[in-house]
């Protein structure tokens, strides 16, 4: 039987004389250490956790997310946070921040309150709109910033509101609560985190926090 992949060492690996004209890309030198750290761990923001009630302890490991993915993108320029760093991805740590705005719109105005609000970036067009626009422009930034920080301010207003974690959605199509919809958010996040671990690694070598 005739190999439908035949393996002469070019189709892996490429012809010598190819190799040897591939432009070396420059990496940046991974770096870590408290002098490289993005806060020092004195000023750090974020909690030491030790909570005992079930709603500080969502909202408080919520905050502490929120902040980290701000900490991963802090100190860049419009350039620096859209750029792709891990191709073929389109992800960006300036996709993260829209994506987050419109995450925490769709789960906290649009679910639990039950607010018709459109989506800010997705559309039917372009349901990666969150990342394809995610352009290197300071008016993007300061507008991705600007609406994850009023989706924030609005998802932290309906959860002080709240009279108990089994609060149920309000619109109609969906069966969850409040106490689901805070550890979701969690889990977002932190996956997203990750995401922008190797993301601003892959930017300037800052690793850490």
Known sequence: MTDAFPDNGQERHGHPEQRAHRPVERRPERRFGWSDMFVHPDEDPRSEGGFTDERALLVEYLRDQRLTLELKCSGLDA?????????PSNLSLLGLVRHMAEVERNWFRRRMAGEEAPRRYKSEVDPD???????????????????WRAEVDFADRFVADAPDLGLAARNPELEVTLREVLLHMVEEYARHNGHADFLRERIDGRVGQ
């Open 79 to 87: 350039d620096a946070l859209a750029r792709r760093s891990v191709p």
């Open 129 to 147: 709109g969150d990342f394809n626009g995610a352009v290197a422009d300071p008016d993007v930034v300061a507008e991705a910033w600007a609406a």
